[in-house]
């Protein structure tokens, strides 16, 4: 039965702008490339205004790529308060552009209650500044780590793996020996931590399907980092950590009807620089457009979203699964996924066809 908005009660609407896009063009950023942006605090206000009349705890976001890329984040940090009825903490997600180019940001950071950012490596200078998509950005990493150790930060280090960097796991495995990391955090209380995974299949790391990593690859991780990577995902095996092979989800799929509705009471949308409405699904791309904010208004586009009718939202309610992965997954594909991550990849294969 289809739901009106109306029935919907949405008990919390988290809306983020994407008002100025980010400085790096990453090569696994599931959020998909964009232009930057430009927008304005009046869009911002705009956006808030919208979605207002839905929900009585509305939270406003001025980012859903790099936060605190541009020079007045301390304002728009202010105005996002204003516009919502519940601030959550500053995410553990920073500039790492602004915190090597702007003293004052980790002072700010600092006084927010900051104890933890997370930083991203690919391995060495060149894998990192390759997939980062920009010179320089390993060099402007090690320096953050450093200005954040500097203020009692924390820092966690992610690692993308892929088959072209697993063999510099080694590289980040004495840099955090080097460094002397686990040590430095301990000495102001906290605790350094790193974790590696492949990421979702989507957006741009869609496009790093062939390099994606197959059981054979996993001999290679350095069991120090294997530790950490189970500790942060509590976990007791890395092949939890990066899945199952195609083949054995392509299997265990095959008699599996279900469908899934993406529907909530407490939805997240993103909000592209055009004004654009995606639920927080995955890549804010076509298939998942509910609709233009300026154009359509509010109302209309959460209607589609409650009636699913998104190409991917109503794919997902209406195909079951089993359909799609006979469709689209590879049968004797060895490449390892996360079951939820395969089935995003394979209904968004679905969707382009
Ligand atoms: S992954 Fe993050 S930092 Fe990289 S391009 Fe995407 S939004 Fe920017």
Redesign the pocket.
């Known amino acids: 039965m289809r739901q009106t908005v109306e029935e919907v009660m949405f008990e919390r609407i988290k809306v983020c702008l994407d008002m100025y ?6 090569k ?6 964009s232009s930057n942006g430009n927008l304005t605090k009046d869009d911002l206000i705009f956006v808030a205004e919208k979605f207002r009349p839905f929900t009585n705890a509305l939270t406003v976001y001025d980012w ?3 936060p605190d890329y541009r020079d007045n984040y301390q304002e728009l940090w202010d105005l996002c308060s204003r516009l919502s009825d519940v601030r959550e903490n500053h995410f553990e ?1 920073i500039s ?1 552009w602004r915190i090597v180019r702007d003293r004052e940001y980790v002072k700010w950071l600092s006084a927010l209650g900051l104890k933890k950012a997370q930083l ?1 490596l690919f391995g060495g200078q060149e894998k990192t500044d390759f997939y ?2 920009r010179e320089n950005a390993y060099n402007e990493i090690l320096e953050a780590i450093d200005i954040l150790l500097a203020n009692q930060i924390s820092p966690r280090i992610q690692m993308f793996v892929n088959k072209d960097n697993i063999d510099e796991l080694p590289l980040i495995e004495t840099l955090i020996t080097k460094s002397e990391l686990e040590k430095r955090c301990r000495s102001f209380g906290g605790e350094f931590s790193f974790f590696m995974h492949q990421g979702s299949c989507d ?2 790391n869609e496009k790093r399907y062939a390099v994606r990593l197959t059981g054979d690859d996993l001999h290679m991780i350095p069991q120090t980092l294997a530790d950490y990577t189970l500790k942060h995902f509590h976990k007791t095996r890395i092949e939890d950590v990066f899945g199952k092979s195609e083949q054995t989800l392509c299997e265990e799929l095959k008699n599996d009807n279900s469908t899934a509705s993406y529907v909530s009471k407490t939805p997240v949308f993103l909000v592209d620089n055009r004004f654009f409405v995606y639920p927080n699904v995955t890549t804010p791309g076509p298939s998942w457009c509910l609709g233009n904010l300026k154009t359509e208004g509010a109302e209309t586009i959460l209607e589609n979203y409650t009636q699913n009718k998104s190409v991917g939202q109503h794919i997902r309610l209406t195909v079951p699964v089993c359909e799609i992965a006979a469709s689209q997954g590879d049968e004797t594909g060895q490449r390892l996924f996360e079951k939820d991550d395969y089935i995003q990849y394979l209904t968004n294969q679905y969707c382009r066809l």
Not at 21 to 26: A, T
Not at 28 to 33: F, K, L, M, P, S
């Open positions: 896009c980010c400085p790096n063009r990453c696994h950023c599931w959020v998909g490339q859903y790529r790099e997600l790492v991203t980062t998509g957006g741009e």
